[in-house]
C-alpha cells in the first residue's frame, strides 16, 4: 500500500549506518534522538528517503545502499563515493503539515 503522506511532512527515523568493515558510523539511538527530515527534501541519501517512502510507523528495515543512492556532498572519515553502504532504519514518527505526529510506542 503507498504511503498516503509520500512527499508531504517529515519523518522521523532511527538510524545506524555501518562503515563498509562492519563499524558503526552514525546511530541515532547512540545519539539518545531520532533524526528528523523532509521526505523528498533531499535532506538524506536517495537510498534512505526511498526506503523510508513505503515504511509505516514501528516498521524496521536494513538496507544495503549502492553508490548512486548514497551520493553525497562531501563524505565523513571512513567513507568513499565508491562505497555500497548498509543501515538499520526504523520510522519513528509521521509529522505532516495537516496533523500532529503518528509515533510508534
Known amino acids: ?3 498516503p503522506w509520500r ?16 563499524r ?3 546511530s541515532t539511538r547512540a545519539q539518545g534522538r531520532p533524526l528528523r527530515f523532509l521526505l523528498g527534501g533531499r535532506q538524506v541519501i536517495d537510498g534512505v528517503d526511498e526506503a523510508v517512502t513505503g515504511m ?6 536494513r538496507l544495503v545502499v549502492a553508490p548512486h543512492l548514497s551520493r553525497r556532498s562531501s563524505y565523513p572519515a571512513g ?7 548498509h543501515y538499520e532504519l526504523e520510522l519513528v514518527a509521521i509529522e505532516s503539515p495537516q496533523e500532529p505526529a503518528h509515533r510508534s510506542r
Open 79 to 85: 567513507l568513499s563515493p565508491n562505497d555500497t553502504l
Open 56 to 61: 509505516r510507523v514501528g516498521e524496521q528495515r
Open 7 to 22: 512527499g508531504r511532512g517529515s519523518r522521523l527515523i532511527h538510524e545506524t549506518t555501518y562503515l563498509p568493515d562492519g
Open 1 to 3: 500500500m503507498p504511503d
Open 24 to 26: 558503526i558510523q552514525f
